[in-house]
Nanobody, 116 residues
Framework: QVQLVESEGGLVQPGGSLRLSCAAS????????AFWVRQAPGKGLEWVST???????YYADSVKGRFTISRDNAKNTLYLQMNSLKSDDTAVYYC??????????WGQGTQVTVSS
C-alpha cells in the first residue's frame, strides 16, 4: 500500500534552516509528481511546492527564494529544504503524492515551529 512518511520537524529560530524528508513506498515514486502542503494553526491547507517527474519545480510566492523542493528517485525520497524561516512558516507540513495532477495520498504530517 502507498505510504508517505515525513521526517521529524522541530523548533527552529527565525532565520534558521530545516530540511524535511518524505520516504515514499508502495508505488513507483519516480512516475508521479509530488507536493508539499502545509497547514498553519487555525488556517486552511496551503500549497507550498510541486516537483514534477522530470524535476521541474514550482513554489508558492510566500516561500519562493527560501524553500527548495527536490527528489531522489533512487531513494524514493522527497525533500524540502527550508531556509530563512519566518514565524509565518509555522505549520504542519505534509508530503503528498500526485494523481492526475491532484492530491492523492498524504503523509502523516510533521510539525515545524519557528520561534525564538
Amino acid at each position: 500500500q502507498v505510504q508517505l512518511v515525513e521526517s521529524e520537524g522541530g523548533l527552529v529560530q527565525p532565520g534558521g534552516s530545516l530540511r524535511l524528508s518524505c520516504a515514499a513506498s508502495g508505488y513507483t515514486f519516480s512516475s508521479f509528481w509530488a507536493f508539499w502542503v502545509r497547514q498553519a494553526p487555525g488556517k486552511g491547507l496551503e500549497w507550498v511546492s510541486t516537483i514534477t517527474t522530470n524535476g521541474g519545480t514550482y513554489y508558492a510566492d510566500s516561500v519562493k527564494g527560501r524553500f527548495t523542493i527536490s527528489r531522489d528517485n533512487a531513494k524514493n525520497t522527497l525533500y524540502l529544504q527550508m531556509n530563512s524561516l519566518k514565524s509565518d512558516d509555522t505549520a504542519v507540513y505534509y508530503c503528498v503524492k500526485e494523481r492526475i495532477y491532484s492530491y492523492d495520498y498524504w503523509g502523516q504530517g510533521t510539525q515545524v515551529t519557528v520561534s525564538s
